[in-house]
């Protein structure tokens, strides 16, 4: 049982939007930047989004995060086929002191 | 452009310790202001925070892993270490070594490719 909560699946057609929620309390997402992770199969994770709405450089803007409260929200936009993936919400969890991750979300790109 | 690239033993039997390195090139673990962490994925599952160290040793673990992990550095050879004792099947994953960004320690930039530890007689 993760301690941040994704939706196990989401699904929306090539050139569509999507978004993809976190939901954590005021112990993690609450109190810390989120962070957001694209895992293609066989690969490391790859780092999406950081402090919440940041994009590292070569991440394009269809890629946005948002955060209110205790969640955090993934947003996609302009759907490619090459975005079928898993995606992590992670953050840190003051109460816990340790970082603490989603349990992940496939992404189908129908 | 920093690269971890983990190392170790690819299977491990049961009730014995697993022990991987994490080797760090294109950056000085000593001179970083972050902790270097281990993050583990079961076939087929979600993403596990194992623990993280910081340069002068200081660790943070995952408590339902810390009576069994022990993270070390040696900033002599630029690696960082895993160990995880009475291992069961359970402990079979890909275990990867990760980095955050200079400018933000809240997340994980850099990854290691992962390295499969199967636990098995």
Redesign the interface.
């Known amino acids: 049982q ?1 301690v941040l909560t994704q939706p196990p699946s989401v699904s929306a057609a090539p050139g569509q939007k999507v978004t993809i929620s976190c939901s954590g309390s005021s112990s993690n997402i609450g109190s ?2 989120v ?1 957001w ?1 694209q895992q293609l199969p066989g690969t ?4 999406l989004i ?2 919440n709405n ?1 994009r ?1 450089s070569g991440i394009p803007d269809r890629f946005s995060g948002s955060k209110s409260g205790t969640s955090a929200t993934l947003g996609i936009t302009g759907l490619q086929t090459g975005d079928e993936a ?1 995606y ?1 919400c ?3 969890d003051s109460s ?9 979300t496939k992404l189908t790109v129908l | 452009q920093l690269q971890l690239q983990e190392s170790g033993p690819g299977l491990v039997k049961p009730s014995e310790t697993l022990s991987l390195t994490c080797t760090v090139s294109g950056g000085s673990i000593s001179s970083s202001s972050y902790y270097w962490g281990w993050v583990r994925q079961p076939p087929g599952k979600g993403l596990e925070w194992i623990g993280s160290i910081y340069h002068s040793g200081s660790t943070y673990y995952n408590p339902s892993l810390k009576s069994r992990v022990t993270i070390s550095v040696d900033t002599s050879k630029n690696q960082f270490s895993l160990k995880l004792s009475s291992v069961t099947a359970a402990d079979t994953a890909v275990y990867y070594c990760a980095s955050p960004r200079p400018d933000s320690s809240t997340c994980y930039h850099y990854w290691g490719q992962g390295t499969l530890v199967t636990v098995s007689s």
């Open positions: 993760s810390n930047y962070s992770y490391a994770p790859k780092l950081y402090d940041k590292p898993d992590y992670g953050t840190w816990l002191s340790a970082r603490v991750f989603g349990g992940g």
